[in-house]
T-cell receptor, first 113, second 109 residues
Framework: GALVYQYPRRTICKSGTSMRMECQAVGFQATSVAWYRQSPQKTFELIALSTVNSAIKYEQNFTQEKFPISHPNLSFSSMTVLNAYLEDRGLYLC?????????FGPGTRLTVL | GQQVQQSPASLVLQEGENAELQCNFSTSLNSMQWFYQRPEGSLVSLFYNPSGTKQSGRLTSTTVIKERRSSLHISSSQITDSGTYLCAMERYYAQGLTFGLGTRVSVFP
């Protein structure tokens, strides 16, 4: 079956530091990977969409300078939160797709102190 | 404004009751999905349903894409159905999902 793993599951970082999170697709080829964030008391927001052989597309309010993404092959993607501050806390999900449906990982929960 | 509107925001059920959750979209869409969000935050995909009716156990999803709406029917609710149900749309193929705010369902004995 199609599975998506994320690492780490939980992380704490000091305000102003950076934190890298990873997403691994198993059992299928992730031709596109989308990163989402759910801030406290909010719903999920799309941060960026990375498609193999295409430029990474960032949504409004999210930039490459703040959330650089790497998608080197069809099974792996990583995203870094640079200079994390309180407003960056939340649950970060990656959704990988091969075909129509998107499969989600369990998320990385980021706490910023 | 919110592109994906879910109703009701919350729902309280007695075990055994049926429930209908609604999702309305303010724009045209390519497809939609229903998710259950576990307490720790992870998502369980319930239905990928771009159109028509799909059933899985006690859950039924019906999407009428021309009318920009979808519903999730829970029959004979159980305590384990408690949690948050999210619908999400994909406006264009493979361009990412836009989520609704969710319906929080509480089922009591």
């Amino acid at each position: 079956g199609a599975l998506v793993y994320q690492y780490p599951r939980r992380t704490i970082c000091k305000s102003g530091t950076s934190m890298r999170m990873e997403c691994q697709a198993v059992g299928f080829q992730a031709t596109s990977v989308a990163w989402y964030r759910q801030s406290p008391q909010k719903t999920f927001e799309l941060i960026a969409l990375s498609t193999v052989n295409s430029a990474i597309k960032y949504e409004q309010n999210f930039t490459q300078e703040k959330f650089p993404i790497s998608h080197p092959n069809l099974s792996f993607s990583s995203m870094t939160v640079l200079n994390a501050y309180l407003e960056d806390r939340g649950l970060y999900l990656c959704g990988a797709r091969d075909g129509h449906e998107q499969y989600f990982g369990p998320g990385t929960r980021l706490t910023v102190l | 404004g919110q592109q994906v509107q879910q109703s009701p925001a919350s729902l309280v059920l007695q075990e055994g009751e049926n429930a209908e959750l609604q999702c309305n979209f303010s724009t045209s869409l390519n497809s939609m999905q229903w998710f259950y969000q576990r307490p720790e935050g992870s998502l369980v995909s319930l239905f990928y349903n771009p159109s028509g009716t799909k059933q899985s156990g006690r859950l039924t999803s019906t999407t009428v894409i021309k009318e920009r709406r979808s519903s999730l029917h829970i029959s004979s609710s159980q305590i384990t159905d408690s949690g948050t149900y999210l619908c999400a749309m994909e406006r264009y193929y493979a361009q990412g999902l836009t989520f609704g705010l969710g319906t929080r369902v509480s089922v009591f004995p």
